[in-house]
């Protein structure tokens, strides 16, 4: 006789636990040894949230976010500095 357990176990898991920035909490299962996604989309408000734990920034509540959080959000320093570069590169009045 022979054993049906082996390569038909079901794989390891681990779940991720995500915070988005209106402090909703879920959890997304990775099959275990997969590189978890440091942030997420969350199911509930859309916003993008935190893997916890990541060494990324903790999520801002709107009420906390300054002009900087938002502008950060939406940009990386390096759209940030050709923007800026863009905008010294036009005539002046
Ligand atoms: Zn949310």
């Given at each position: ?61 709107d009420a906390n976010r300054s ?17 800026l570069s863009q905008h010294d ?5």
């Amino acid at each position: 006789m022979f054993s049906l357990v082996n390569s038909n176990e079901f794989a390891q898991r681990a779940d991720a636990e995500y915070f988005c920035v209106n402090n909703h909490r879920f959890v997304i299962t990775f099959a275990a040894g997969v590189a978890q996604p440091v942030t997420w989309d969350c199911p509930r408000c859309g916003q993008s949230a935190q893997l916890a734990g990541s060494q990324a920034e903790a999520p801002v509540s709107d009420a906390n976010r300054s002009h900087w959080d938002i502008v950060r959000e939406r940009r990386t320093l390096g759209e940030l500095a050709d923007l800026l570069s863009q905008h010294d590169a036009q005539p002046k009045p």
